[in-house]
């Protein structure tokens, strides 16, 4: 069995990582499918009050994801309505969702069941397993992260966490994670640089910019 890696090289890696930002590295290196250039341009102009919430997501083949993606993220780092902003970061996540394989994602959907039950050890082995046959997919590796997390395997969530944002730096969710871990940690710098990065791509979630302006008072101080 692989040797895994302490807490806090863990730690460095993923804030090596999140320090380089917007990479370019992730799901544009998924092996390309076919295309759906209708549903692909529709996706790429639909908003979030429209009428067909998961058009996005039944667009996001691999081949179109990255400008979907790209558009949104976009939108989603402009908007300064809280309304506006969690349907273009629903939407994201609805794309991030689909594996490109229907078995993946019925997997996936097998594996959310499971969570909802509780059955940490089951979703973990069916995690497990997807991880291995989609590699590519950053949602599994965020999936058994969280599920990792919840059995008190803060280590091993982390290597998850890697993966994840080696993928998806801009994977706001595994953000938020790692900062929760680093904060619960007592790493209090780390955690205030991850939530920054966090806003930077997500700026209307209230409850981080509160855990920003916390950590901001107590990592640096009170202005005078």
């Known amino acids: 069995m692989r040797a895994r890696l302490t807490l806090v090289s863990t730690a460095a890696l993923l804030l090596g990582i999140v320090a380089a930002g917007l990479s370019g590295a992730g799901l544009a290196d998924t092996p390309p499918r076919a295309p759906d250039q209708k549903n ?6 639909a908003k979030p009050g429209d009428s067909k919430p998961d058009q996005q997501a039944q667009a ?32 994201i996540q609805r794309v991030w969702m689909r594996s490109g394989s229907d078995t993946a994602d019925i997997v996936m959907d097998r594996a959310g069941t499971l969570i909802r039950q509780k059955d940490w050890k089951l979703a ?40 994840v944002l080696q993928l998806e730096p801009r994977h706001f969710t595994a953000l938020v994670g790692l ?6 940690s007592e ?3 780390q955690a205030l640089r991850v939530f920054r ?28």
């Open 60 to 91: 996001a083949q691999p081949a179109g994801r990255q400008k979907i993606l790209d558009d949104l993220f976009d939108r989603l780092s402009k908007t300064s309505d809280a309304a506006e902003s969690q349907g273009i970061a629903g939407a």
């Open 197 to 224: 990065r966090v806003l930077e791509i997500n700026p209307q979630l209230d409850e981080i910019r509160k855990k920003v302006e916390k950590l901001s008072i107590d990592v640096e101080g009170r202005e005078i």
């Open 124 to 163: 973990e082995d069916m995690l497990s397993r997807l991880v291995d046959i989609e590699p590519q997919w950053a949602e599994a590796w965020n999936r058994r992260a969280t599920v990792r997390f919840f059995q008190q395997d803060t280590s091993g969530a982390m290597e998850d966490l890697a993966h």
């Open 40 to 45: 692909a341009a529709r996706a790429s102009d």
């Open 187 to 189: 790493k209090n710098a």
């Open 179 to 184: 900062g929760a871990i680093l904060e619960r």
